[in-house]
């Protein structure tokens, strides 16, 4: 087995869902970064949500976050939500900003 990877089932995290019956995803780690990897028998398009507090900026491949590094992926979009609640905003940036992938059958992610 490899060391730096890490593959889990996640269909049963959710609720039935009507043509899914498996969602597997995959995380490994190289010196280049990380990939995450999701594949689903799901017929239809699959969304997967990122969250972060730097603002993304696009690029060639992809985004740049901040210090976070760059994510390669294509298409995707990118929402500023502003965090009004003051009880979130003790631990929480003034603006956050959600990356929604979609993606069907296979989504590959690269994080470098």
Known sequence: TDKNSITGELA???PPIPG????RRSVSVSEQGITLRDETDY???VDLTLLTEQ???????GFAVGTLGGIRFDPAAVT?????????????PETIYKITLH???MLKLELY
């Open 12 to 14: 049963d995290a959710y």
């Open 103 to 105: 993606f069907q059958k």
């Open 55 to 61: 603002q993304p900026v696009p690029t060639a491949d």
């Open 80 to 92: 500023a939500v502003p965090i009004t609640d003051p009880r979130l905003r003790t631990a929480w």
């Open 20 to 23: 899914l019956t498996t969602y």
């Open 43 to 45: 017929p239809g398009t």
